[in-house]
C-alpha cells in the first residue's frame, strides 16, 4: 500500500473551515483514498474515502486532485469536537490489502 | 446497526500471564481486522480474518493469535504477556462493497501488563 505525508498539526477557529492536506504522490491506480479520524483514546472513526472524485458526505468533504497525488479533506465548519489526529490513509481494492497508518495530523480547533 | 463491540473495555494483567479478547462486528460484516495502538508505534495492523481464515497478516510475535467463527465474531489472544503489550487493542468490521471496503472500529480494550 502507497503511503501518505501530512504536516503533523494544524489549527483553526471554531466555525471556520478546516482543510487538511494530504501527499499521496505513489498512489496506484486501483487505491482509495480514506480518512479517518481518532479522539482521544477512542477508536478511530471512518470520515470518508474516494477513488478519483470529488465526494461529499453529512461529516466532511473530500477533494482529489487530477492527478490523484494529493488530496484535501474539508470540514465545512469546524467544532471544538472535531479536535482530534486525522489519518489520510491509500488502501487498494485487493483482497490482501490493509490500512497502513501514519502519524496523522493533529487538529486543534480553538474556540 | 449496532457498532463494533468490543470486550472487555479494559483489563489488567501481569507479566507472563496470557488474555483474550473479543469482538463482535457490524451485522452482516464478514471481515474482522485487529490493531495494536500504543504511544510509541501508533496504530498497528496485527491480522485479518474473513470467513473463519487469517486473510493478512501483520509484523508481530507468533505470541499474538487470532481466529474467527462462523457468526464472525473474533478473538485474539496474547500469551506470555510482557509490559510492552501494554496498549490499546482496537478491532475494525468491513464490509467489501462496489465502492470500496471500509473499515469501522470498535472502541477499544485497554490492556494493562503490569
Known amino acids: 500500500d502507497a503511503k501518505t505525508t501530512q504536516p503533523p498539526s494544524m489549527d483553526c477557529a471554531e466555525g471556520r473551515a478546516a482543510n487538511l492536506p494530504c501527499n499521496h504522490s505513489?498512489?496506484?491506480?486501483?487505491?482509495?483514498v480514506y480518512w479517518y479520524r481518532q479522539i482521544h483514546s477512542q477508536g478511530p472513526q471512518y470520515i470518508i474515502h474516494g477513488l478519483k472524485n470529488n465526494e461529499t458526505n453529512e461529516m466532511a468533504s473530500l477533494i482529489i486532485t487530477e492527478d490523484r497525488k494529493s488530496s484535501t479533506l474539508i470540514l465545512p465548519h469546524a467544532t471544538l469536537r472535531d479536535t482530534a489526529v486525522y489519518y489520510c490513509i491509500v488502501r487498494s481494492t485487493g483482497a490482501n490489502s490493509k490500512l497502513t497508518f501514519g502519524k496523522g495530523i493533529t487538529l486543534s480547533v480553538r474556540p | 446497526k449496532a457498532g463494533v463491540t468490543q470486550t472487555p473495555r479494559y483489563l489488567i494483567k501481569t507479566r507472563g500471564q496470557q488474555v483474550t479478547l473479543s469482538c463482535s462486528p457490524i451485522?452482516?460484516?464478514?471481515?474482522v481486522s485487529w490493531y495494536q495502538q500504543t504511544p510509541g508505534q501508533g496504530l498497528q495492523f496485527l491480522f485479518e480474518y474473513f470467513s473463519e481464515t487469517q486473510r493478512n497478516k501483520g509484523n508481530f510475535p507468533g505470541r499474538f493469535s487470532g481466529r474467527q467463527f462462523s457468526n464472525s465474531r473474533s478473538e485474539m489472544n496474547v500469551s506470555t504477556l510482557e509490559l510492552g503489550d501494554s496498549a490499546l487493542y482496537l478491532c475494525a468490521s468491513s464490509l467489501r462493497t462496489s465502492g470500496g471496503e471500509t473499515q469501522y472500529f470498535g472502541p477499544g480494550t485497554r490492556l494493562l501488563v503490569l
Open positions: 451485522s452482516g460484516h464478514r471481515s
Open positions: 505513489t498512489i496506484s491506480g486501483n487505491e482509495y
